[in-house]
Every structure is written in structure tokens, then in C-alpha cells.
């Protein structure tokens, strides 16, 4: 055969081996797909036409049907990998697809997309239609209201703020004068503004309606006061006694309640008064119990500590009051368990009636045994596999290297255990019972709600239902090796 010859021999297997890599491609991602997907995703000819081109040349990505719900709701989808750009929706339509990393502010209206430009970070604000309507230095942009904050770094040097107002886009002053900051977070229409220095943490509250200033805290660091409506907590440390007092403070009419110990329950406060405890409720200003500190108040169920910091758990299963090591509930975040660590090294489970629902003896081979959530995990913590064990309250048994909750917007109800296969991690998505929702991820992101997750599966990225029916995805075409190590 003349070298001609081999060579047109040579170029028609290299073209056929591109074209069955594609196919091959679509196949592992269509059996990636949990059964009764309705993804539609196809290879097209123009993407067998590109790799017949030139086998050098990137393969485009393939896309399926948005079936997402048309709810109104922004999603974004960033690329898994480095600088390939992100995807926004809005409900079901993309309102902007290029470079950059995206996310949506809340409230559903506007977004924003961050760029490396230079040596600095870019941020470009749109509108729910994708309509560009502000670009400004700086990577994390804050909308709080109406107002478009870039201020500094918590964890950096405080800077002046640049403020627009989103309506109009004009820039705005705040308050007396411009200050610096670097954190704002904002409660029931107020604007907070926290300086922190060495010795010393500064915070500043601001009017949500025309950013003038309503009170001052020098000294003192804010933060939003979970469950506590029209309030706002105040922490000062005491570095020559070491201790710490909390106020919590109601900027509407100047309501405030000093020496806080602790929040025990939607709108309860308990508080030290004269060296006595006493748990108000804060709609009404009513003291609703005295005598204890209270960590958890309810009818059913009372936890509290002495002086001698001695924690007693009162609740029905119990036939009154028992001394424990700890116990704590999550009801802040919806958790319906209260975890009971109990004096001789065993677990307990409670809900919110003050039944027992979930319990284990202490196990000396283990490092730790806790409960979270309804669960009880035992914890190897010690670099053997797997490194947790999670107990159910209806008896089901799950094995993983770690887990965590999904976001704080779904505590309690949706987590994500991971486990490693070959070279890499994958995660399966859990409900709060146990029951494996998605198996195989290998990335995942934080839902807004408990509406669509976007995740990474086989050669896709894109956004699923909790049954593992994906809703839209994009084929991602930058690595040979998927997570199950299946190359191309």
C-alpha cells in the first residue's frame, strides 16, 4: 500500500474512533440516568461533523430539554469546570449563559456574575430578564431591600461601602456619612453594619428605608437574632473578666433585654435578672417560667442548666426530670428531635412530645457516638473506613466516610453522605429517614429551596428532581474519566 493509501487508511480510523467515542459518550450518559428519566438528550450530527473536522477539536456540549418547574424562581448552573462559564434560569427559560460564576440574589429578582479581570474581581448585576444593569469592582455584592451593597471582607481589612440604589442605580450615601465595614446582614427591614479591629467590634444599625442611622453598639457585635422577630443580638466580651454579656434589642421602639442566656424557643428569651432566671416571651413581654436556665422551653418538653452547669432534660419518657451530660434541639431550623447525651455514655432520641424515639448503648470501640437530626452516627474518626455509621429512628443502617446536611434551608431534612470510589469522591442524596434519593454524584450544589438540585452525574451537569429525574443538563466534555472511571 502506497503511503497515500496509508494515510487516508489511517485519518478514516481516526474519524471513526471520534464518532464512536461519541456515541459511546451519549450511551454511558443516557445509563447514568436514573430509570424513568425524561431526558431527551441526543448526540447531534453537527457534533459528529465538529469531530470529524478535527479530532483535536473540542466536542460541543449537548443539552436536554429545560424541564424545569416555571416557577419564576432563579437557578444557576456553573460548569464544573474552571472557567466554562455558568447557566441562569429563570424558572424554566435561561436568561444568561457565558462566562463568569453566578448567583441569585434573594428574593428572585435580580443576579449577579463574578469575573477575574486583571488581578481584581468584576461584578455584573442583571435584572430577572437577563437585562445587564450595573457593573462594579468586587466579587460579592450584597442586595439587601433595595439597596446594592459592596462593602469589604469579614474576614479583611474594613472599607468604605459603595451603595446603589437597585431601583434606579443610583449611588447613595449611608447614613451620617460614608463608614467603614465589613460585614452587613440585614433583620425585619434593618440594616446592620459590623466593624470588627483588634479588641474591639463596632455595629451600627442602619434604616432599611433611607439608610439613616438608628442606634449605635460600640464595643459590640451584631448578628441576627434567629427566631426572635424584630430583635437583634448584641454580644460584648469582656477581656478582664473574661465573660460575655447579650443584648438583644428591638430597633421599632427600643426594647431591650439584657444579660441574655439564651434563646429557648420561638420568641422566648431567658434572661438573668438578680441572679435569678426568668424566660420572657418577647411578643408580649409576659415572664412565662422562673427559676431555671432554660435552654429549651415547650409544654412537653423542658431542658435546662444549674449553676453548677448540670443539664436536666423534663419530658414524658422520662416520668419527669433526669440529669444528662448534654442535650440540645435544633428547633430553630425545623429539627423535630431532641439529642440527649446521657451520663453513662449512651444516646438518646426524643421528639418533640418527649418520646423516646432512637436510642444506643455507649460502645467502647468506637470514638464517638453522637445523634443529629433524628439520627444517631457513630464516628470512627479515626481514619477507618467506613468513618460513619448512621442509625435511624426506624431501624435503617447507613455507612459513609463523612456526611453533612444539604444547606440550612433544608437542616434536618435532606443530607448528602460521600464515599470513595477509585480516585474520587461521590455523594448519595438521603432523606431525613434514610432513604436514598440519588446515588453516584460526583458534585452537588446547594439548593435555594426544595425545589430542583444542581448536581454533577456521569458526563452531566444540570439540575435534578429529588427522584434523580434530571430536569436540564449540559454534557460536560473536559475530562476522559467519569466517576465510575469509564474513559473515552
Not at 244 to 266: H, L, R
Not at 284 to 306: C, F, H, L, P
Request: net charge negative; proline share 3%.
Amino acid at each position: 500500500m502506497s503511503k497515500d493509501g496509508q494515510n487516508k487508511e489511517f485519518n478514516h480510523k481516526l474519524l471513526l474512533i471520534a464518532a464512536l467515542a461519541i456515541a459511546f459518550l451519549s450511551a454511558c450518559d443516557s445509563q447514568s440516568s436514573p430509570a424513568g428519566s425524561q431526558s431527551s438528550d441526543t448526540v447531534s450530527s453537527s457534533a459528529v461533523e465538529s469531530s470529524e473536522s478535527s479530532a483535536q477539536e473540542q466536542t460541543p456540549a449537548v443539552e436536554a430539554d429545560s424541564q424545569l418547574p416555571d416557577d419564576g424562581k432563579l437557578r444557576v448552573a456553573d460548569s464544573p469546570s474552571e472557567g466554562s462559564g455558568t447557566t441562569v434560569f429563570c424558572g424554566s427559560q435561561i436568561v444568561y449563559d457565558g462566562d463568569g460564576s453566578a448567583s441569585a440574589f434573594e428574593g428572585n429578582e435580580y443576579f449577579y456574575v463574578r469575573r477575574i479581570v486583571g488581578d481584581e474581581y468584576r461584578s455584573t448585576i442583571y435584572n430577572r430578564d437577563g437585562e445587564q444593569l450595573l457593573e462594579v469592582p468586587g466579587g460579592y455584592p450584597q442586595l439587601i431591600g433595595k439597596w446594592l451593597i459592596f462593602a469589604g471582607d469579614i474576614y479583611g481589612t474594613a472599607v468604605e461601602p459603595t451603595i446603589y440604589n437597585i431601583e434606579t442605580l443610583e449611588q447613595v450615601p449611608l447614613g451620617d456619612g460614608v463608614k467603614e465595614t465589613q460585614s452587613f446582614f440585614e433583620f425585619d427591614g434593618y440594616i446592620c453594619s459590623v466593624v470588627f479591629d483588634t479588641g474591639a467590634t463596632d455595629t451600627t444599625i442602619y434604616s432599611g428605608e433611607d439608610l439613616s442611622v438608628v442606634a449605635e453598639f460600640p464595643g459590640y457585635s451584631g448578628s441576627s437574632a434567629y427566631n426572635i422577630d424584630g430583635f437583634v443580638s448584641m454580644s460584648k466580651y469582656d477581656e478582664e473578666t473574661g465573660n460575655s454579656q447579650t443584648i438583644y434589642y428591638s430597633p421599632s421602639d427600643g426594647t431591650a433585654y439584657e444579660n441574655v442566656m439564651n434563646v429557648c424557643g420561638k420568641n422566648l428569651l431567658t434572661i438573668q435578672v438578680d441572679g435569678d432566671y426568668q424566660v420572657c416571651d418577647v411578643t408580649t413581654g409576659e415572664t412565662v417560667a422562673e427559676g431555671k436556665n432554660y435552654t429549651y422551653y415547650s409544654d412537653a418538653v423542658k431542658i435546662w442548666q444549674d449553676f453548677g452547669n448540670n443539664t436536666f432534660v423534663d419530658a414524658p419518657c422520662y416520668d419527669g426530670e433526669k440529669e444528662v451530660s448534654y442535650a440540645w434541639c435544633n428547633w430553630s431550623s425545623g429539627d423535630p428531635y431532641i439529642n440527649v447525651n446521657c451520663l453513662d455514655g449512651s444516646v438518646e432520641v426524643l421528639n418533640l412530645s418527649g418520646e423516646l424515639v432512637n436510642s444506643c448503648a455507649a460502645k467502647e470501640d468506637k470514638s464517638l457516638i453522637y445523634t443529629n437530626g433524628g439520627m444517631i452516627v457513630e464516628n470512627q474518626a479515626d481514619g477507618i473506613k467506613p468513618g460513619v455509621t448512621l442509625y435511624f429512628p426506624d431501624g435503617k443502617e447507613k455507612q459513609f466516610d463523612c456526611y453533612n446536611w444539604l444547606n440550612t434551608v433544608l437542616q434536618d431534612k435532606l443530607m448528602v453522605g460521600s464515599y470513595q470510589f477509585g480516585q474520587k469522591y461521590l455523594y448519595d442524596l438521603l432523606d431525613i429517614e434514610g432513604n436514598i434519593l440519588i446515588e453516584g454524584l460526583s458534585n452537588y450544589n446547594y439548593p435555594q429551596d426544595d425545589g430542583p438540585i444542581y448536581v454533577s452525574k456521569g458526563f452531566s451537569y444540570g439540575f435534578m428532581d429529588t427522584d434523580g429525574n434530571w430536569l436540564w443538563k449540559r454534557s460536560i466534555f473536559d475530562s476522559a474519566v467519569d466517576e465510575s472511571d469509564s474513559t473515552y
